[in-house]
Every structure is written in structure tokens, then in C-alpha cells.
């Protein structure tokens, strides 16, 4: 194995995690009644292995008769039982308190962390598009998984028990310093190199934790483009390359995680040497004690050895705490972070409401340009959509067709100029409103791993079963669904990968028949289907474009000549405008576009 390299943490770390943890902490005041409960019972429990050290004293000095003291049997006898009763009562006291605490404190961590997990969800999902593009999905997913099992490890194994190792602990020394002043002050010395020893491997540990985290992040990204390609990696054979590439991260992951294991690994042995040094040390010490000064008797002596090892424990857990929390802090960090993105707000206040729109839709010198880019992927568009009318958006790829209708809905908001919804700037407007005034469906229709029925109903949740078999007839789903063994209730498999590329664009279309929209935005809808099944969807699209105002993105004649308006688009500029017949006769991009490509039909 490769030695551990030691390199010091960024200066900007330490920073970050006095953040974190304060940011951490004030979550968890939400819990303040219950930690404090769950402080009490810990404190009833650190004093459990105290009573270890209270009775050896006495067990010593009276009961076996170790010190001068002139006691009969039966006196000796009895104290006996009374050390024993003692001992049995405070330890299962100690026991049942240490349950409570651990199980409150357990409960307090673990509640923190469902509802942290749930507000990453949220935060996801209102990811503006242009957030999500930013990220990689395997980013995300590693911040549930992997990110949050750290907390979770802190919080239900380490942090139920730290409270009650203090305890114990500041228990120990107390009595250490009743027992002998001096020998405790002696110990004393070793704390500040315990403590530098500590300190300096937590840092460590954050580093590492770092690195690990960023590698599994990089692993689950990977894996979850593999998935989503195995079409692609078989039909050109790619499996050997991916399962490099796989092993690549996978033993990046691997080396990152082991360097992490060396350092968690030699913390503790490193604290408990150096503690093994203090203990050997007041051995010494003590045996001069009793020896040459006289001033300790055997009992004492052995109390105070029990203390000092009563100490030790719980520093050893309280080293590797530091260690747990290291981690768990690491892992809270990258969690803010994606807590900290920006969302959109569907229903933000003081926006304009939008109730009953009418469905104009304009763009006044519209620009964009995607985050991250050079290029504009459209530079000053301008038109405006009267209420019903259907525009046909034309031109070659890439000439930015989907980027123009992903600005209706707001997916993303133009860089320059303003988008209008009935005269008003979208970016006013209540998001929630707008959606809900606008159905799409989009160039890859993404269905649900659910049934038929169920896909269709996400168009408008409270549809009844005879509205979606409508939607569904109009979409010409129906004529393949009702095929099926199942009808409507048929699985579609997982993103609908039992069904054929058409039958997938029929039920997107059926779910935005069934929303029922204003405004409606095809992106190449009918683009994967035969000329028949085009057919039936054209007389569907009448009935459905009737009365909205409609966006179809299309390379086919019958859809195109269905539009009041064409709009011909090239490098994201609009270059013509009109009805077909009047883009024919001007004979220009779209005239040569029609004769290419449609002459036949
Ligand atoms: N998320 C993105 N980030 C950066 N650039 C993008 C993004 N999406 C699209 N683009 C770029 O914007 C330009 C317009 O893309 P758009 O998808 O709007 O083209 P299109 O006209 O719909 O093409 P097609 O007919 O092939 O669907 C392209 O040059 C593309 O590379
Ligand atoms: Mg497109």
C-alpha cells in the first residue's frame, strides 16, 4: 500500500467547518428539549463506572482489611453487601439512563437528518434548469447517499455516546484531584500533547474526508450514465471501455478511502500511546507515593489507578469522535452547499397571479446565452403570438427551436429582453400560474415507471378515469394500450422502456390534452411516428389546438401548414416570418428549406 503523504489541510477549511458546525448546531436547536432530556440521562450515566472507583477504596481498606483500621467480621461483611448493592443499583441505573440518553439523542440526529434529506429533495426540485445543468447527477445522488451516512454514523453510534464519556470523564478527574492533587496535576502535563495530538488528526481527517467524498461522487456519476447508455455501450461494444473507466474511479475511491482508514486507524493508537505513557508514568509516580514518601496507602493508590483508566476510555472515544465528526461535518458541508443553491419559487410573494389567461404570448428582443457559454443561443427575437393562433417553429439543428420554447415556461430566463404572457413579463408572473397555463411536451417525452393511466394523470392529478380515456383516445393511445393484456393499467418499465419511441410521444401528448392548457409546446412531438398514426395525431392536434396558443416544433408539412405563423430560425435569429403560402413566395431560407426537404410530399 502507498504510504499516507501528508498534506496540510486548505487554510479555507477550517473556516468552513467552525461554519458548519455552527450552522449544524443551529439546526439542532429544534431539538433543544429533547438533548437536554437526553444531557440529563447521559450525566446519570457517565457517573455509572464512577461507582467503580468510589468502592474499591473501601473494598480495600475495609472489607479485605488493606489499611490499619480495626473493623470485625461481621462490620467487614456488612460493608461488603453494602458495596455490592451499591455497585449493582448504580450500574443498572447508569445502564437504563444510558438507553434513554442514546435513544434521544439518537432520535434527535436522525430526525435532523430525515428532514435535511427531505429539504434536499425539495431544493432539487426546484432546481432552476440552469442550476441542474451545473451538476452532475452522481453529485447529487452522493450527497443522499454517501454524504448523509456520515451524519447518520456520527449521530446514531458516536454522538449517544460523548455526552456520557464527558461525564465520565470530568467525573474521573474531579476525583483524581480529591483523591491526590498532586498526581492529578502531574497528569496534567499530557493534555496539551493529547490535545495537539487530536486537533492535528482531525484537520487531517476533514482533508481526506474531502477527497473520498468528491471520489464516490465521481464513482456514482459513472455508474449512473452507464445505466442510463446501455443501448449505447452495447451497440458499439463498449463494455470493456466503460468497465475501465469504471475501475479507474472505482480504485480512485478505493485509494482515497484507504488513505482516510490509515489516518482514522492511527489516531487512536497514537492517543492511547501517548495515554499508556501517562499512565506508566503515574505508576511511577504513585509507587513513589506510597513507598518512599509514605503519603498514600494501597487503596487509594488503586483508586486512583482506576480513575486514571476511567479517564482514558473515554478519551479514546472522545478522540474518535472528534474523528466521526470530522467526517459527519465534511458531509453536512457538501450537503449545504446544494441547500444553498439557488430555486425557483413557484408561489413567490408579490407575484403577479395569472388566473385566467388569455394565452398572447410575445418576446420583445430576446436574447440568451446558456451559463457557461460564449455564443448566444438566440440574439434578439421578436414576435408576438395572438391568443389561439399556432406558430411553427422551422429551421435547421441547433438553431435554438427548444431553447426559444424553454423561455415561455420559464426554464430559463432570457439575458436579455423580456418575455410576455398577456402583455405582462413572465418574469413577474407566478411561476405555479404560468406552468399551470402552459402544457409541453417535449422533444424525449419522459414517462414514469408507472401504468399507462397513471402517466397520462400526471397532466392534471384529479382527472377522472373517463377524462384520461379520452385524453388517451384523442392522443391515439388507445389503439396500441387497448391491445395489451393490461389496458390502460399496463407498466410502462422504468423512463417507458417497454414501449416503442412513438407510443411514448402518444401519451405525453395524451397528458397534455388532459391538462387542458392555454398554451401548448410541441417539440417535435410527432416526430417518431409512422405517417398513419401522424394522421389520426394531426385530427387529435385540431381538436386540441383549437382555442390555444400553440408552439409545434416540426420538421413535417401537415403540422407546419396547420400554423397561422412560421417562424424560420438560424443560429438563433428569427430570418423569416409569415404564413407558408407567404414564405414560398418570398423564396428565401424556408422556400429552399421546403423544396429540400418536402418536394416529394
Ligand atoms: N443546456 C445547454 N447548455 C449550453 N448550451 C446549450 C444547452 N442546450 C442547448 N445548447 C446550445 O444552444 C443551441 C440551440 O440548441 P437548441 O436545443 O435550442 O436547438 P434546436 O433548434 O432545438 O435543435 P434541434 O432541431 O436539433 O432540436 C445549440 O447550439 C446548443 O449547443
Ligand atoms: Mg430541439
Avoid at 492517543?271 to 496507602?297: D, G, K, P, T, W
Wanted: net charge neutral; hydrophobic share 50%.
Amino acid at each position: 500500500m502507498k504510504r499516507f503523504r501528508y498534506r496540510p489541510p486548505e487554510a479555507m477549511c477550517s473556516v468552513e467547518t467552525k461554519e458548519t458546525l455552527r450552522r449544524l448546531a443551529r439546526e439542532a436547536r429544534r431539538y433543544a428539549g429533547r438533548l437536554a432530556a437526553a444531557l440529563f440521562f447521559a450525566v446519570l450515566a457517565g457517573l455509572g463506572p464512577l461507582s467503580y472507583a468510589k468502592a474499591l477504596n473501601p473494598l480495600f481498606n475495609d472489607v479485605l482489611g488493606a489499611s490499619h483500621g480495626a473493623l470485625s467480621v461481621a462490620q467487614r461483611l456488612r460493608e461488603l453487601w453494602i458495596i455490592i448493592a451499591f455497585l449493582l443499583a448504580a450500574n443498572v441505573i447508569a445502564a437504563a439512563a444510558q438507553y434513554c440518553a442514546s435513544y434521544l439523542t439518537a432520535w434527535s440526529g436522525q430526525r435532523l437528518i430525515a428532514e435535511m434529506r427531505a429539504r434536499l429533495f425539495e431544493r432539487i426540485v426546484h432546481f432552476p434548469l440552469a442550476e441542474f445543468d451545473r451538476w452532475r447527477q452522481g453529485e447529487l445522488f452522493a450527497r443522499f447517499e454517501q454524504d448523509l451516512q456520515l451524519m447518520t454514523d456520527a449521530v446514531s453510534i458516536s454522538l449517544p455516546q460523548l455526552t456520557q464519556n464527558t461525564v465520565t470523564f470530568v467525573g474521573a478527574v474531579i476525583g483524581m484531584f480529591v483523591t491526590d492533587w498532586r498526581m492529578a496535576l502531574f497528569l496534567f502535563i499530557f493534555v496539551p500533547i493529547v490535545y495537539a495530538a487530536v486537533a492535528r488528526f482531525s484537520s487531517l481527517i476533514t482533508t481526506g474526508t474531502h477527497r473520498a467524498q468528491e471520489s464516490i461522487a465521481d464513482l456514482s456519476s459513472t455508474l449512473i450514465e452507464a445505466l442510463g447508455s446501455v443501448r449505447t455501450i452495447k451497440a458499439f461494444g463498449r463494455e470493456q471501455h466503460e468497465l475501465a473507466r469504471f475501475t479507474n474511479r472505482n480504485e480512485a475511491y478505493f485509494g482515497s478511502y484507504m488513505k482516510l482508514t490509515q489516518l482514522l486507524l492511527t489516531q487512536p493508537g497514537v492517543v492511547s500511546i501517548l495515554m499508556l505513557v501517562a499512565f506508566l508514568a503515574i505508576v511511577v509516580v504513585s509507587a513513589l507515593e506510597v513507598v518512599v514518601f509514605q503519603r498514600l496507602n494501597i487503596g487509594q493508590v488503586f483508586q486512583f489507578w482506576t480513575l486514571v483508566v476511567l479517564a482514558s476510555n473515554p478519551l479514546n472515544r472522545g478522540a474518535n469522535f472528534v474523528g466521526d465528526l470530522a467526517k459527519a461535518t465534511v458531509g453536512a458541508g457538501r450537503i449545504f452547499t446544494v441547500l444553498d443553491a439557488p430555486v425557483e419559487n413557484p408561489a413567490a410573494p408579490g407575484a403577479q397571479r395569472l388566473l385566467a389567461p388569455c394565452g398572447e404570448v410575445s418576446f420583445a428582443e430576446v436574447s440568451f446565452i446558456f451559463p457557461g457559454t460564449e455564443e448566444p443561443a438566440l440574439r434578439q427575437i421578436s414576435f408576438a403570438a395572438r391568443p389561439g393562433e399556432t406558430v411553427a417553429l422551422v429551421g435547421p439543428s441547433g438553431a435554438g427551436k427548444t431553447t426559444l420554447v424553454n423561455l415561455i415556461p420559464r426554464f430559463y430566463e432570457p439575458t436579455g429582453g423580456r418575455v410576455m404572457i398577456d402583455g405582462v413579463d413572465a418574469r413577474s408572473l407566478s411561476l405555479a400560474d404560468l406552468r399551470s397555463a402552459i402544457a409541453l411536451v417535449p422533444q424525449e417525452p419522459q414517462l414514469f415507471g408507472e401504468s399507462v393511466e397513471e402517466n397520462i394523470r400526471y397532466g392534471r392529478l384529479d382527472a377522472t378515469p373517463a377524462e384520461i380515456r379520452r385524453a388517451a383516445e384523442l392522443a391515439n393511445v388507445t389503439e396500441f394500450v387497448d391491445e395489451l393484456p393490461d389496458g390502460m393499467a399496463t407498466h410502462v418499465g422504468e423512463r417507458g422502456v417497454r414501449l416503442s419511441g412513438g407510443q411514448r410521444q402518444r401519451i405525453a401528448i395524451a397528458r397534455a390534452i388532459l391538462r387542458d392548457p392555454r398554451i401548448l409546446i410541441l417539440d417535435e412531438a410527432t416526430s417518431a411516428l409512422d405517417s398513419h398514426s401522424e394522421r389520426l395525431i394531426a385530427q387529435a392536434l385540431d381538436h386540441l389546438l383549437a382555442g390555444r396558443t400553440t408552439f409545434i416544433i416540426a420538421h413535417r408539412l401537415s403540422t407546419i401548414r396547420r400554423a397561422t405563423r412560421i417562424l424560420y430560425l438560424e443560429a438563433g435569429r428569427v430570418i423569416e416570418e409569415g404564413s407558408h403560402q407567404d414564405l414560398l413566395a418570398r423564396n428565401g431560407a424556408y422556400a429552399r428549406l421546403y423544396a429540400v426537404q418536402f418536394s416529394g410530399t
